[in-house]
């Protein structure tokens, strides 16, 4: 098992930044990859970015890409999500999530492991 826990989320406005965490615990060999979703009020949780634990390749949804970076600190077992350039539209609970597997997905479903989520709230 792995255990993820979400921190950073806060209310900030438009054209801010925040970085969130997650670190992992548990288990933490055995995740390869690890990326970060977000889910508005009504709305289906959304890809926003992930990385691989080894290599460190990413891959990003168009809608944060240039504006949003990963990164992963695998001493300390963390991965980040550096927000810039926020907008009301990324107004959401975000959500940290582990796969076992390497390959970097977009699909919610091909992870194994999530933490409880962090709000972000973007005032216009």
């Known amino acids: 098992q792995v255990q993820l826990v979400e921190s950073g989320g806060g209310l900030v406005q438009a054209g801010g930044s925040l970085r969130l965490s997650c670190a992992a615990s548990?288990?933490?060999?055995?995740?390869?990859?690890m990326g970060w979703f977000r889910q508005a009020p009504g709305k289906e949780r959304e890809f926003v970015a992930a990385i691989n634990r080894s290599v460190g390749s990413t891959y990003y949804s168009d809608s944060v890409k240039g504006r949003f970076t990963i990164s992963r600190d695998n001493a300390k077992n963390t991965v980040y999500l550096q927000m810039n350039s926020l907008k009301p539209e990324d107004t959401a609970v975000y959500y940290c999530?582990?796969?076992?597997?390497?390959?970097?997905?977009?699909?919610?479903?091909?992870?194994?492991?999530w933490g409880q989520g962090t709000q972000v709230t973007i005032s216009s």
């Open positions: 999530a582990a796969r076992s597997l390497g390959l970097l997905t977009s699909r919610a479903g091909n992870y194994d492991y």
């Open positions: 548990g288990r933490t060999f055995s995740y390869g990859v």
